[in-house]
T-cell receptor, first 113, second 114 residues
Framework: GESVGLHLPTLSVQEGDNSIINCAYS??????FIWYKQESGKGPQFIID?????DKRQGQRVTVLLNKTVKHLSLQIAATQPGDSAVYFC????????????FGKGITLSVRP | GAGVSQTPSNKVTEKGKYVELRCDPI?????LYWYRQSLGQGPEFLIY????????DSGLPNDRFFAVRPEGSVSTLKIQRTERGDSAVYLC????????????FGQGTRLTVV
């Protein structure tokens, strides 16, 4: 079946370093992708999105890269801070008739002080 | 309100009982989604509303689950004859439209069936 998944379950980084979180998706019809951050006891929080007509998008301290050829998505966080510690999910959508977001399993980012 | 509001935040119920979970979306958002999240997993799609109608209910696990959005704003997720396996966090999200617009999530309702 089609799925969205993440390569690693956990990622530990030193405060101040850059973080890279990777995601593979298998639905070639997906044309919209979102990264969410979820802290304990809270709902997912939107970080950044990208449409399939782009391969890179930058936000504040975050960059999302999309490689449609290999169906790969990544989230880069610059100068990682303790407040970035959370679970990160990539999600994908086919903007056709079915507009549900399909989430991967999540990766935990742990920032060492 | 400022964001998506879900009530109650926590619900403990006995096996076999009926529960209702409420979602107040962001004002003006026409699309509303329900998801279920088990510990350590990503949110799992249940149902999506565009306005008052359920545009996609393919994620509802069985006929014990039902959701309504009668006036195109507030939505209620209803679970009949609850089972212990229904225990999870139920998340609601809303967005301005259904095509490539970001969805904002509420804090979720933690349902525990004992």
């Amino acid at each position: 079946g089609e799925s969205v998944g993440l390569h690693l379950p956990t990622l530990s980084v030193q405060e101040g370093d850059n973080s890279i979180i990777n995601c593979a998706y298998s639905n070639s019809a997906s044309d919209y992708f979102i990264w969410y951050k979820q802290e304990s006891g809270k709902g997912p929080q939107f970080i950044i999105d990208i449409r399939s007509n782009m391969d890179k998008r930058q936000g504040q301290r975050v960059t999302v890269l999309l490689n449609k050829t290999v169906k790969h998505l990544s989230l880069q966080i610059a100068a990682t801070q303790p407040g970035d510690s959370a679970v990160y999910f990539c999600a994908e959508k086919n903007s056709g008739a079915n507009s549900k977001l399909t989430f991967g399993k999540g990766i935990t980012l742990s920032v060492r002080p | 309100g400022a964001g998506v509001s879900q009530t109650p935040s926590n619900k403990v119920t006995e096996k076999g009982k009926y529960v209702e979970l409420r979602c107040d979306p962001i004002s003006g958002h026409t699309a509303l989604y329900w998801y279920r999240q088990s510990l350590g997993q990503g949110p799992e799609f249940l149902i999506y509303f565009q306005g008052t109608g359920a545009a996609d209910d393919s994620g509802l696990p069985n006929d014990r689950f039902f959701a309504v959005r009668p006036e195109g704003s507030v939505s209620t997720l209803k679970i009949q004859r609850t089972e212990r396996g229904d225990s999870a966090v139920y998340l609601c999200a809303s967005s301005l439209g259904s095509v490539n617009t970001e969805a904002f999530f509420g804090q979720g309702t933690r349902l525990t069936v004992v």
